[in-house]
């Protein structure tokens, strides 16, 4: 019998002054967020930068080498809320600036090994724009920017989010359906235990669903804060994560309530506590 799938722990690190009251656990800095991070036995840190241009490589390159960290994912969350650009926006140009401003920080993320993440710039359909016209545009985008990061050998990973946030897909299982209509075979579903908390019915069963196209996990309660401060009943998800082989990261993009140091401890019990269940 193949051995069960282990996890890997990360924990956000903000740099984007704007994503202030976030869900984000560092917003010290690299540095700061890396010594912490490592310091509590973090496996990786999950970093969203301003831009691609902005994040100092040479200096990421020596704190994870100094802190034996490594990159779990890069977000493109500020995309959106600096910059306003969104795949689905109806003006052409705004959809293009959108496309690069990922492709720069795919291209960043691949140097480190690590996927980047779509979440809030996949925007929503409003005004003139239909449901399938966004979903159209949505669908060129991965494409295109799927095969982008397969040139560094990591997937995409698309994440559906709750319907406060988007109004495009909310849920695993109907995201897996769409991204199975893809000629891209290089674009994975970011599972964020929040958004599902709030979409899913069985958090469990839809994870059993989207199956191996699970790409990486955002591991935060139903209330946002660290697993074990609100009510979801992870051993059930943790149980599902087993069945499907999960072998990415458990990632703490959460509040950090009531402070960044509690939740990263907590998170980090948490994460102790699931290797163990099951
Ligand atoms: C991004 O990972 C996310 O979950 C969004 O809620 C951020 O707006
Ligand atoms: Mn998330």
């Known amino acids: 019998m193949a051995p069960a799938a282990s996890f890997r722990s990360a924990i956000t690190i903000s740099l984007v002054p704007e994503s202030r009251g976030g869900p984000f656990v560092y917003t010290d800095g690299l540095a700061a967020g890396c010594a912490e991070a490592a310091r509590l036995g973090y496996d990786a840190v999950e970093i969203f930068p301003a831009s691609a241009a902005t994040l100092d490589r040479t200096l990421l390159r020596e704190l994870l080498g100094e802190h034996r960290l ?3 994912a890069v977000g493109t ?3 959106w809320v600096v910059h306003k650009l969104m795949l689905t926006h109806a003006d052409p140009e705004i959809r293009q600036r959108a496309r690069e401003f990922i492709r720069e920080i795919i291209k960043l993320a691949g140097e480190f090994g690590a996927p980047a993440i779509i979440g809030s ?3 929503r359909w409003e005004g003139t724009v239909t449901r399938d016209q966004a979903l159209a545009w949505l669908a060129e985008a991965l494409e295109d920017l799927g095969e982008a990061a397969a040139v560094h050998r990591v997937p995409l990973l698309y994440e559906p989010l709750n319907r406060y946030e988007t109004n495009l897909l ?3 299982g109907d995201t897996a359906r769409w991204l199975r209509t893809l000629r891209t075979r290089n674009v994975r579903i970011l599972a964020d235990l929040f958004h599902m ?4 019915a069985d958090a469990a069963a839809a994870l ?3 199956g191996p196209l699970v790409g990486h996990v955002h591991f935060a309660d139903s209330n946002r804060r660290a697993i074990g ?3 979801t009943a992870i051993e059930p998800i943790i149980a ?3 069945e499907i082989d999960y072998p990415g990261y458990l990632s703490a993009e959460i509040l950090p309530l009531p402070d960044a140091a509690t939740a990263a401890r907590q998170t980090m019990e948490s994460f102790r506590r699931a290797l163990t269940l099951c």
Not at 197 to 200: A, C, K, L, T, V
């Open 208 to 210: 059993r669903e989207a």
């Open 70 to 72: 490594r990159v779990a």
């Open 197 to 200: 908390n709030i979409e899913e």
């Open 77 to 79: 969350g500020a995309g």
């Open 121 to 123: 710039m996949q925007g």
């Open 240 to 242: 599902a994560l087993r």
């Open 170 to 172: 909310n849920r695993l």
């Open 229 to 231: 401060l609100g009510h």
